[in-house]
């Protein structure tokens, strides 16, 4: 098993814990506490640092699709979720229920959203982009503001729109 290592991004979101190896990115995720020892950033592996770049070019709205290779462990159907979700377009959203009949069981909306609530891969697995059925912004591990900020962020960079909600 390859050595995982790990960074901190200072985001326009508050600070992103980015963990992986020099082959895949397994975490990117919020983290509400300021790091006392963010690591030696001459270590990383180049994949780190590529993710790094990747998301401050996102974050400047430069970069619409990440590509990276992603591994985190999960379930057959954890990873069916995240797959779907990988293909929701910038600056798009679409409904749990929609999220569920992708998946082939429109009754099967709690179970994507706990799946969708278990990526460890955020804004990069854009998890952000669901939304409830009623169009209202429900659940997001990293907060509600961060959502709504994640959502802004693209609508205004794909559409031109100042505010979506």
């Not at 180049?46 to 770049?53: A, D, G, N, T, V």
């Not at 996102?58 to 590509?67: K, L, T």
């Not at 082939?104 to 706990?114: L, Y």
């Given at each position: ?34 790091q006392k020892n963010e690591g030696n950033k001459k ?41 779907e979700l990988a293909i929701i ?77």
């Amino acid at each position: 098993m390859a050595e995982t290592f790990t960074t901190y991004y200072h985001s326009p979101v508050g600070l992103l814990k980015i963990a992986g190896t020099p082959e895949y990115i397994s975490e990117v995720s919020f983290h509400d506490v300021t790091q006392k020892n963010e690591g030696n950033k001459k270590h990383l592996p180049p994949m780190l640092i590529q993710c790094i770049e990747q998301l401050i070019h996102y974050f400047h709205g430069e970069r619409r699709i990440f590509e990276l290779p992603i591994n985190q462990p999960g379930t057959a159907f954890q990873k069916e979720v995240w797959n779907e979700l990988a293909i929701i377009p910038y600056g798009r959203t679409i409904s749990y229920m929609e999220l569920a009949i992708r998946t082939g069981d429109s009754k099967a909306t709690r179970a994507v959203a706990n799946a969708n609530g278990k990526n460890n891969v955020a804004i990069i697995i854009p998890c952000h982009r669901v939304i409830g059925s009623n169009g209202e912004l429900t659940g997001y591990a990293g907060g509600l503001w961060r959502k709504k900020w994640l959502l802004e962020l693209e609508m205004k960079v794909a559409h031109g729109v100042q505010t979506l909600f």
